[in-house]
């Protein structure tokens, strides 16, 4: 008894003191906001600055086609983000949306005549649906439950696209689409195309970062870190996995609806769970807990292998191999690496000043 109510004092003083903290944080915080804010101002300028000076200076049609592709796809890395590093859970099936982006786009423009746009937005509508009605299901479930799941559902949509041919255009898929744009914007122009797909991207990570410092993102740390104690503290724990479910949803559907201008076709292999796990490539390596880390993961994981002619087979050994290696030694992936190097350089530097 003795010993239970110990434990009960040093938990108490554990809790005082985490209190402490976060409020000595949050303190520190809110004295640092505008400083904070002239930062974040800063980077995004120089982000701007970054797309304009890459559309400008560079020409060649397929490096900046790939580099709009790879926006597109850092958007997906994104959507799949929103679920692995904001409430714990590896959405296998993250590519249904990728698809239902991707098909509702072409389907919209070949099958129905729309504008791109137009149909673009009908996707991203249809996906919320979608994400709500599976994830009144599928979310009941975790861990490796869900994921299983979430995969299974990815090849009853492969099979379906496969055989809908009057609508999907069975396994050959739909090709030959009108010019796409946006309003004035020919998506074929592959400058323009590389900086729409990068001011979206841009667009979506100011919008993460926005909804992790929200009460929404407070409540989605607190599920991902401890769901039981997260719902003894009165968070709706399921509620908050099925928005966030939904949230993620239309990220992929527009980044599968982005893909379209670079690939030219739709098949049914964009159902195929490899895409999901190319985005979870991704996020592991940029770092689930920083908003840009799959943006990170994304730029290597595209652009490197292009410049060293990797063949796609040897591409996913080698950057397996280097998850691998991350995940033992660097857990938080390169976002992990690049803190405790500045933490190193730091404390260096503070050492030679002590000298």
């Known amino acids: 008894m003795a010993k239970s109510s110990s434990i009960g004092i040093d938990m108490a003083i554990q809790d005082f003191g985490t209190v402490m903290d976060r409020k000595q944080q949050t303190g520190a915080m809110a004295g640092d906001k505008p400083g904070r804010a002239a930062r974040e101002t800063i980077y995004v300028g120089c982000a701007v600055v970054a797309i304009v000076a890459f559309a400008v200076t560079f020409t060649d049609p397929f490096i900046v086609t790939l580099a709009g592709y790879t926006c597109a796809f850092a958007l ?14 590896v959405p296998l099936g993250q590519c249904l949306f990728f698809g239902v982006g991707a098909y509702g786009a072409a389907i919209g423009m070949g099958k129905v005549g729309l504008p791109f746009e137009l149909a673009v937005l009908i996707a991203l509508v249809l996906s919320v649906a979608l994400a709500a009605a599976i994830g009144v299901i599928t979310l009941r479930l975790t861990g490796a439950y869900f994921s299983i799941v979430s995969w299974g559902l990815t090849g009853v949509a492969m099979v379906a696209a496969a055989n809908l041919e009057e609508i999907t ?3 050959l898929g739909l090709f030959g689409f009108p010019p796409i744009e946006i309003g004035p914007l020919q998506l074929s122009d592959p400058q323009t195309y590389f900086a729409v797909t990068a ?17 929404f993102g407070a409540a989605m740390d607190s599920v991902r870190q401890n769901p039981h104690l997260a719902r003894s503290v009165g968070v709706d724990v399921a509620r908050v996995r099925l928005k966030a479910f939904m949230l993620s949803a239309p990220f992929a559907a527009l980044a599968g609806a982005l893909a379209v201008p670079y690939t030219q076709i739709v098949t049914p292999e964009v159902f195929s769970v490899a895409n999901t796990v190319d985005g979870l490539l991704m996020v592991l390596l940029g770092g689930a807990q920083l908003v840009v880390g799959p943006v990170i993961g994304a730029a290597m994981f595209t652009l490197i292998p292009q410049a060293m002619n990797l063949d796609p087979n040897v591409r996913i050994l080698v950057f397996s191999s280097i998850i691998i290696l991350i995940m033992m030694f660097a857990p938080g992936g390169l976002h992990q690496l690049g803190v405790a190097l500045r933490d190193r350089l730091g404390r260096k530097t503070d050492d030679d000043r002590s000298r």
């Open 76 to 89: 997906f890395a994104l959507s799949i983000n929103i679920i692995l590093g904001g409430v714990g859970e």
């Open 169 to 171: 255009g069975g396994p």
């Open 199 to 215: 001011t979206i991207l841009l667009l979506a990570i100011l919008f993460l970062v926005a909804l992790r410092r929200s009460p």
